[in-house]
């Protein structure tokens, strides 16, 4: 297991945009794919956005934040990003980093504190 | 797209067994994962691959798949173990990379 600490969340208006960062220790962002996954107040975990290993050019996105959020990272600066544009009350939630053991198996086995990000008028 | 189907809840008396179950099609082929998540925390793996067992995890918990269903069973249950837990699996049909969780089963220990 890695210590996984996300930043940027904070209060944004509907259609607003925010972008969140996890900062990833050693050489996880290269030898392992990275997620983010968040859990709305009082609901269940749901899957947001994976990334491949090595350069990351594999991108998956969960159906609610397809051509509105954007999964990067940076390997020099040991950071993970999501990009959320259009927001809407319904992205309110905490939202988890997380690190994917096993590329065919999916197993999350590192999780960050978690940042939440509320999206109100 | 990929669908896990958890009771939404379950209650065990202190020392008996839970069975927390988790639904899929075909689960069985796949490698099921579970996570507890007690109130205002972060979710903990317990139980990952099917039957393996992160470290510092009791041996109380283990895990078990077959055909359509995976088994979560925690023996000897205490008070400290309710929490909401979470099945995963990895959906890689159609060269997708992403994680499906149930919907989480509380357990409640009466």
């Known amino acids: 297991q890695v210590h996984l600490v996300e930043s940027g969340g904070g209060l944004v208006r509907p259609g607003g945009s925010l972008r969140l960062s996890c900062a990833v220790p050693?050489?996880?962002?290269?030898?392992?794919?990275m997620g983010w996954v968040r859990q709305a107040p009082g609901k269940g975990l749901e899957f947001v956005a994976s990334i491949s290993h090595s350069r990351g050019a594999n991108k998956d996105y969960g159906d609610s934040v397809r051509g509105r959020f954007t999964v990067s990272k940076d390997t020099t600066e040991n950071s993970l990003f999501l990009q959320m544009t259009s927001l809407r009350a319904e992205d309110t939630a905490i939202y988890y980093c997380v690190r994917i053991y096993g590329h065919s198996t999916g197993y999350c086995d590192s999780w960050g504190q978690g940042t939440l990000v509320t999206v109100s008028s | 797209s990929y669908v896990l189907t958890q009771p939404p809840s379950v209650s065990v008396a202190p020392g008996q067994t839970a069975r927390l179950t988790c639904g899929g099609t075909k689960i069985g082929s796949k490698s099921v994962h579970w996570y507890q998540q007690k109130p205002g925390q972060v979710p903990v793996p317990v139980i990952h691959?099917?039957?393996g067992r992160p470290s510092g995890i009791p041996e109380r918990f283990s895990g078990s798949t077959a055909a359509d269903t995976a088994t979560l069973t925690i023996n000897r249950v205490e008070a400290g173990d309710e929490a909401d837990y979470y099945c995963q699996v990895w959906d890689t049909a159609d060269d997708l990379h992403s994680a499906v969780f149930g919907g989480g089963t509380r357990l409640s220990v009466l």
């Open positions: 691959h099917d039957s």
């Open positions: 050693g050489s996880s962002l290269v030898d392992y794919f």
